[in-house]
C-alpha cells in the first residue's frame, strides 16, 4: 500500500520532531521592545489626554441617541475600526492619534447602548489605561474597582 510495506506499525503512527542543533547560528531572542514614549511634546499630550478623559465623562453621562429618538445602529464595523486603529497608535506610542481616535470612540460608544457600544466602550477604557501611567492619578478613576452593588447590577440590570 504506497510503498510503505516496510515501514513497521509502531514507527508510522509515531510522532518525531527534529531540532536543527546548527551551533555555527547564534541563538537570537525576539522580544517586542517598547519604545520610551517621546515626551518632547509633554504638554500638547496631557492637554489632549485631559480632554479625553472629558471626552469619556460626557459619554458616561449622556444617552447616545439619534435626534429622532431611535438608537445608533449599524455603527459596529466603525467602531471595531475606530478600536483597532487606536489600539494599534496605543501599541506604536503615538499618543495623539491614539488620543484622536479614542475621542471620536467616544463619541460613538455609550455604556448602556447595544453590545458592540458597550464592548467598545470598556476596551477604549482599556486603552486609556495602557496610555496612563499607574503613577497617573487619572489610572484610578478609569481602573476603579466595581462596588459590589454594581457588580450586583452587572448581572441583574436588562438594558
Avoid: W
Avoid at 14 to 38: F, I, M, N, Y
Avoid at 114 to 126: E, I, L, N, P, T
Avoid at 138 to 156: C, G, H, R, S, V
Wanted: charge should be negative; include cysteine; glycine fraction near 6%.
Amino acid at each position: 500500500m504506497f510503498g510503505m510495506e516496510g515501514i513497521d506499525e509502531e514507527e508510522f503512527l509515531s510522532l518525531r520532531l527534529a531540532v536543527d542543533t546548527d551551533c555555527s547560528h547564534e541563538r537570537k531572542r525576539k522580544r517586542k521592545r517598547r519604545e520610551a514614549p517621546d515626551h518632547s511634546d509633554s504638554t500638547c499630550d496631557e492637554g489632549k489626554i485631559f480632554a479625553l478623559l472629558q471626552m469619556r465623562e460626557q459619554m458616561l453621562k449622556l444617552d447616545h441617541k439619534r435626534k429622532d429618538g431611535t438608537p445608533a445602529d449599524g455603527r459596529g464595523l466603525h467602531l471595531i475600526h475606530l478600536l483597532l486603529i487606536s489600539a494599534t497608535s496605543v501599541n506604536e506610542n503615538n499618543i495623539c492619534r491614539a488620543v484622536e481616535n479614542l475621542c471620536e470612540l467616544y463619541q460613538n460608544v455609550c455604556l448602556t447602548g447595544d453590545s458592540v457600544q458597550r464592548v467598545a466602550a470598556y476596551f477604549a477604557d482599556g486603552l486609556v489605561a495602557k496610555l496612563l501611567t499607574r503613577k497617573s492619578p487619572f489610572y484610578d478613576m478609569i481602573m476603579k474597582i466595581p462596588t459590589p452593588d454594581e457588580e450586583f447590577l452587572a448581572f441583574t440590570q436588562t438594558l
